[in-house]
């Protein structure tokens, strides 16, 4: 059964930064494309960053291109996303997810099989 475990969320001030981290099991991890979505109340998850399964390939929302970078460590099971320069548009559930291939674009929930709990994150102005 594979799990992945969100943390890191929290509260911050506008320009703050906060990393989160998911940690995977029961999988093979380390073959694995990882993405990270968001979601607003009431709205559909949102694309942020996809990593490839050796974290050599990623990519980014445009509206957070700049901002957030996404990496891995495979011998830890772990992927991070860092955010910096939080905005307060930023303010959402965020999920981290596995899917079984890499697409250099904006990725959909459909394509990943495997998801997080999610974790808060709130930004203040």
């Known amino acids: 059964q594979v799990q992945l475990v969100e943390s890191g969320g929290g509260l911050v001030q506008a320009g703050g930064s906060l990393r989160l981290s998911c940690v995977t099991s029961?999988?093979?991890?380390?073959?694995?494309?990882m993405g990270w979505f968001r979601q607003y109340p009431g709205k559909e998850r949102e694309f942020v960053a996809t990593i490839s399964w050796n974290g050599g390939l990623t990519y980014y929302a445009d509206s957070v291109q700049g901002r957030f970078t996404t990496s891995r460590d495979n011998a830890k099971n772990t992927v991070y996303l860092q955010m910096n320069n939080l905005k307060p548009e930023d303010t959402a559930v965020y999920y981290c997810?596995?899917?079984?291939?890499?697409?250099?674009?904006?990725?959909?929930?459909?394509?990943?099989?495997?998801w997080g709990q999610g974790t808060q994150v709130t930004v203040s102005s």
């Open positions: 029961g999988g093979t991890f380390s073959s694995r494309t």
């Open positions: 997810a596995a899917a079984p291939y890499l697409a250099l674009r904006t990725m959909t929930p459909g394509e990943f099989d495997y």
